[in-house]
């Protein structure tokens, strides 16, 4: 996912239409820490962590958690959403190039597509030394991105989110402007809409962002540029052996990173 900047400055929206079961996708991540180091996961840090689902999820299951976002807004919910989940986390609003923490994790991981956000060739590269240099020895990366053939150059398809609570019905629904992507820059300019309803009451917010689709050969030859990281598999859903194909089984393109013991 793109800055949609009125989309996540409206964090609590944003939440009623998210938030799903992903005790299923961390119980995949800290299987595959232990699988690759022998040992259990001990602290992850959550980049573009929106309000904080994994970060949470982690931590009840006793691992170490920072969430990162770009936007205060999303921060600033997290913190509340994680108090009432009675959970102790440690919270950054910072970009993803670039940051500092205090002390390296064993694992970072970036969900829904938010690696998406990064416009260059230099900016995916300079992610990919930044999150090195913020791992443990043997320490790994996960992201997650829309299996290419469900949202790509070719075919960005169409997607709608929507929930319900206390009354207020949320939809957030993508791409109303049947995005084409630049063939050059491979970016798509796409709009978004969230419309909120509460008690009659309609209220619409549009925004705009600007994509980057990236082919798994071309992840594969960024990673190896930035250095730091080795491709130990690309995975097509939260599922331990299940590749990366075009099969319907294989969903998402999940790639699993990892820094050299």
Known sequence: MAEFNQVYARASYYDIAFRRDIDPEVTFIMDEYRRLNGRPLSSVLEIACGPG????????KGVRAIGLDLRPEMIEFAKVYAKGQGVEADWIAA?????????PVDAIVTMYDSIDC????????DHFRTVAKNLTPGG?????????RDCSMFNYGSYKYEGERDGT??????????????PIT????VETILRVTEKDRVMEFRDKARERFTMPQEFMALI??????????????????LRMDNSPASRRMI???????
């Open 53 to 60: 689902y994994h970060v949470c999820a982690f931590v009840k």
């Open 169 to 182: 019905k949320v939809e957030i629904i993508w791409a109303v402007n049947d995005p084409v992507p630049d």
């Open 95 to 103: 970009d993803m190039r670039g940051f500092s923490l205090p002390k």
């Open 140 to 148: 790994i990366y996960l992201f997650e991105v829309t299996h290419p």
């Open 224 to 241: 190896k540029l930035a250095g730091g990281l080795d491709v130990v598999e690309v995975y097509g859903d939260f599922v331990q052996g």
């Open 186 to 189: 491979q970016i798509a300019e």
């Open 118 to 125: 990064l416009a260059t060739g230099d900016d995916l590269v």
């Open 255 to 261: 790639f699993v990173l990892r820094k050299p013991a």
